[in-house]
Nanobody
Framework: QVQLVESGGGLVQAGGSLRLSCAASGRTFSGYTMAWFRQAPGKECEFVASISWNGAATYYADSVKGRFVISRESAKNTVYVYLQMNSLKPEDTAAYYC???????????????????WGQGTQVTVSS
């Protein structure tokens, strides 16, 4: 059974930091691009960041470039994907989702429809 479980969200003041984690298990994700998306109320799902299968390449939305860092590691049958979020802004407030494809895709894949597996999301709220 495939599971993507996010954690680490919360309430933080503007300028603060949070680190999100995603544990992906149930199939071999170690050879696949992984990504983070977010969705604010009333808005469409938005690409945040992605990372290649080996962590050598990363890609970021312009809105988070220079503030967020995506990373990954593998342990036994689980792939962990992290999103370090610094200098948070109120506009970063959203539910954040970890996503994985069902086949190899390019690191710079930003469309949500290209990702098959999704976590339940973790809420990030940034107060001004």
């Amino acid at each position: 059974q495939v599971q993507l479980v996010e954690s680490g969200g919360g309430l933080v003041q503007a300028g603060g930091s949070l680190r999100l984690s995603c544990a992906a298990s149930g199939r071999t994700f170690s050879g696949y691009t992984m990504a983070w998306f977010r969705q604010a109320p009333g808005k469409e799902c938005e690409f945040v960041a992605s990372i290649s299968w080996n962590g050598a390449a990363t890609y970021y939305a312009d809105s988070v470039k220079g503030r967020f860092v995506i990373s990954r590691e593998s342990a036994k049958n689980t792939v962990y994907v992290y999103l370090q979020m610094n200098s948070l802004k109120p506009e970063d407030t959203a539910a954040y989702y970890c996503a994985a494809p069902s086949m190899p895709i390019a690191t710079r894949t930003t469309r949500p429809t290209q990702y098959t597996y999704w976590g339940q999301g973790t809420q990030v709220t940034v107060s001004s």
